[in-house]
């Protein structure tokens, strides 16, 4: 439910930016409803990935200092407050609105960052070496439905308010066409993502210490036994070998980022958060942008045959179609697959797919244009969503979690989150310009000319191409436990502390 929330919150965002444009940014007398200026527009839709890579960073590395469980509370309390504040306004000039949603969006993100290692890390730490891949895979199979949820929630709080508030289309009536009350609406959507996050906090806080944290780090195989008999229902002894404390001190005789850590697992950490990197700037610079993509093509009506609640409910329909056909399959083909095909396997496939499809996007993209042919632009969109799923956007989550050591897990399990909302970064502040007509009398008000929806398409299918090749870096974690894959059993013969070992 933790990872259901940040989708949610992470991408309604960009369902409401041209509501907030309509309503706050609405020149008078002008031909065209109003959005957001590019500097408002990118700081709306990117403070919340800047406070996400913060919050990766920190969080994870306080779960490795203070443990799982104790942080896992913080980050969630931190989310429903900040959905809460991002509904609310310390004044009511564009400007303070916009300060007050960055803000609290910030703090939003941070929490949110927290739940990418912890959650990883936790799932990894209580699964069998069998089905561990599609366990961890099926937690973040849940963004898939938090981006459903953030559709649905736009179409019924707009259809709603649409059929209360009846309005002209902005051609009509360029004032009328945005109802007052359509203010109301946008900080309904983004105060909701409060709901989740409440609801599982009862639940977060019951959850007790992973036993491999309590037993390699915390070094307390007792209480490590404890929790697991509780969990799994059937008594756990600690066992007392001889090798134990060998086994606990050889895999504490190096930090993070020495020289023994960066022989062991330097490359793995390379290749882990570069191919994160690279794989989000593709993703989110889709992601994020999807309606401007479904305008260009003429998959949503023009903005002025609208007013805007039908606007907003045609853009939610649209993501929730999306996310429908290709982003939610793709996520649960990983969850069934992972454990037999591998990761390395499902990643190398996703990043070859998504490159082929960029390309096919982008080297005909008159063609996609051409009314006629704008339901096959959307269904190879959809199916480079598709493979982005049954592929690196699940695969860079998971392997993270599986290949350190349980000391510095939670950390570098943040270390590649955070290169990823990096490169989410890029790709959402870099798209709003990238995408823009190369003819400066053709873009958006306020854009300098970008290099062009088609040269975009390109770039990122380049993106993929370095992700496939870098995936090579990446050990296969399937079928074997987290201290083998870790080393952190080395030099030790059959030695199995406090059970540890074999779940």
């Known amino acids: 439910m933790g990872f259901f929330t940040d989708a949610y919150d992470l991408f309604c965002i960009s369902l409401v930016t041209k509501l907030l444009g309509r309503i706050y940014y609405q020149v008078e007398g002008s031909p065209k409803p109003g959005i957001l200026p590019p500097n408002v527009a990118a700081a709306v839709n990117g403070v919340a990935l800047c406070g996400t890579l913060a919050g990766q960073l920190f969080f994870g590395w306080l779960g490795d200092k203070l443990g799982r469980k104790r942080v896992f509370g913080i980050t969630l309390l931190l989310m429903m407050i900040s959905s809460i504040g991002s509904g609310l ?42 089905t561990r891949g ?56 983004l105060m909701l993502g409060a709901l989740p996050a409440a609801l599982t906090y009862y639940w977060r806080m019951k959850m007790p210490e992973t036993p491999r944290y309590t037993a390699l780090v915390a070094k307390n195989a007792e209480k490590a036994s404890r929790d697991m008999s509780k969990v799994m229902g059937i008594e756990v002894q600690a066992q007392k070998e001889v090798g134990e404390e060998k086994v606990i001190n050889k895999s504490n005789s190096f930090g993070l980022l020495s020289e023994e850590f960066l022989r062991r697992h330097g490359l793995h950490l390379l290749g882990t958060a570069s191919t994160w990197f690279l794989l989000d ?17 003429g998959w949503l009506p023009k903005a002025t045959t609208m007013n805007a609640m039908e606007e907003l409910f045609k853009i939610a329909r649209a993501q929730f179609l999306i996310a429908l056909c290709g982003t939610v399959p793709g996520y649960w083909f990983t969850v069934f697959l992972i454990d037999h095909i591998g990761r390395f396997t ?44 049954f592929g690196p956007n699940s695969t860079t989550f998971i392997v993270p979690a599986e290949i350190f050591p349980a000391r510095f897990r939670s950390t570098c ?76 059993n080395e030099e030790v013969d059959q030695a199995h502390p406090t059970g540890v070992e074999t779940v």
């Not at 910030?106 to 290692?117: H, K, N, Q, S, T």
């Not at 990043?351 to 499809?357: A, I, N």
């Not at 970008?450 to 770039?459: D, E, F, Q, R």
Request: aromatic share 16%; proline share 4%; net charge neutral.
């Open 281 to 297: 700037i593709a993703y989110y610079s889709q992601n994020l942008f999807q309606k401007d993509i479904f305008s260009a093509v």
């Open 413 to 488: 399990h943040g270390i590649s989150a955070a290169a990823g909302k990096a490169g989410a970064i890029i790709g959402a502040f870099g798209f709003l310009y990238a995408a823009q007509n190369q003819d400066k009398s053709k873009v958006d008000p306020g854009y300098p000319a970008g290099i062009g929806m088609k040269n975009s398409l390109m770039v990122l299918g380049m993106m993929n191409v370095l992700g496939f090749l870098l995936t090579f870096l990446v050990p296969e974690p399937k079928g074997r436990s987290l201290e083998e894959i870790s080393g952190e």
């Open 134 to 189: 599609a366990f961890i895979a099926a937690v973040f199979a849940m963004q898939g439905f938090g981006i459903l949820a953030g559709g649905v929630v736009a179409m019924a709080v707009s259809a709603t308010f649409g059929a209360v508030y009846k309005a002209p289309a902005y051609s009509v009536d360029p004032v009328g066409s945005t109802v007052p009350q359509a203010d109301y609406v946008w900080r309904i959507i």
């Open 89 to 130: 306004s310390f004044g009511s000039s564009p400007k303070t609105v916009m300060a007050t949603l960055c803000f609290f969006r910030f703090w939003l993100g941070f929490g949110i960052g927290g739940d990418y290692p912890l959650s990883a890390t936790i799932m990894a730490e209580y699964s069998n070496k069998k």
């Open 346 to 389: 499902i990643q190398l496939i996703g990043f070859f797919f998504m490159t082929v499809f960029m390309f096919v996007l982008a080297i005909p993209y008159h063609h996609w244009t051409l009314k006629e042919n704008n339901i096959g632009f959307v269904v190879i969109y959809g199916l480079t969503f598709f493979f982005a799923n």
